[in-house]
């Protein structure tokens, strides 16, 4: 049986908008971002997803009550699903934090392994991410092709989504920025074990038996509405 799971990111912030450095501040969606949250719902809608799961920081809360009311299911916050916590550069402005740290933003973005001062690497954001999906398996047997949905942020999803497909982790950076409202989509099937195929445990590796027994393939990445809610 094929499972379907689609990772979501929130509608446009302030801080979006103004290339600010939000992390886990709880910053509210733009004007723009909630109809973007509505109308990814109303795009979403017709996949009948079972469940909706979302970060507990209000702009992917609310992302995730839009989509949950064109399907007429409640939300499910988790705090492991929050973007990574940035630490010191919270509330600092790309420039600011170029400025105050010369390419220390180039570093965190092509180093899974480091962390902005007082902050969490992506490393440990994959972690904590995936075992939310994870518990979501052991805990659903019947999941099946209509999808799961865990609406989040782009640098949880992006770390999620490398765990998930048990990459390395030096290949995480490969993915590139997901728009608002923007979405990725993965399937997993049922392992299968081949006896002349040795490989390595990986790192940020499945945290349950069932989650074990399955092969996660990446379906689509950085699907969007076309044309989009803030085209012209």
Not at 6 to 20: D, M, P, V
Not at 118 to 144: F, H, K, M, Q, Y
Not at 161 to 182: D, I, R, S
Not at 201 to 217: G, I, Q
Request: charged fraction near 20%.
């Amino acid at each position: 049986m094929t499972r379907r799971l689609i990772l979501l990111r929130h509608g446009q912030t302030h801080y979006n908008a103004s290339l600010r450095m939000q992390g886990q501040l709880d910053t509210e969606l733009s004007e723009l971002g909630v109809r973007q949250a509505h109308a990814v719902g109303r795009a979403l809608a017709p996949r009948r997803p079972w469940t909706i799961l979302s970060s507990d920081l209000q702009r992917a809360h609310e992302t995730a009550k839009a989509l949950a009311s064109e399907v007429g299911l409640d939300v499910v916050t988790d705090p492991r699903l929050r973007e990574t916590n940035l630490g010191t550069w919270q509330g600092m402005s790309h420039s600011e934090v170029d400025e105050q740290w010369p390419g220390a933003r180039l570093r965190w973005r092509s180093s899974p392994r480091w962390s902005p001062p007082n902050g969490e690497s992506r490393i440990e954001v994959a972690r904590r991410t995936r075992e939310v999906v994870d518990e979501l398996v052991e805990s659903s047997p019947e999941w099946g092709e209509h999808p799961a949905v865990i609406v989040a942020h782009g640098g949880a999803i992006a770390a999620l989504t490398g765990a998930l497909l048990e990459l390395p982790v030096e290949h995480y950076p490969m993915f590139n920025g997901l728009g608002n409202t923007c979405w990725v989509q993965l399937s997993a099937h049922p392992r299968t074990a081949n006896p002349d195929e040795s490989h390595a445990e990986p790192e940020v590796a499945p945290t349950t038996d069932a989650a074990r027994a399955l092969l996660w393939r990446l379906d689509q990445w950085n699907a969007g509405i076309t044309p989009p809610v803030d085209a012209p």
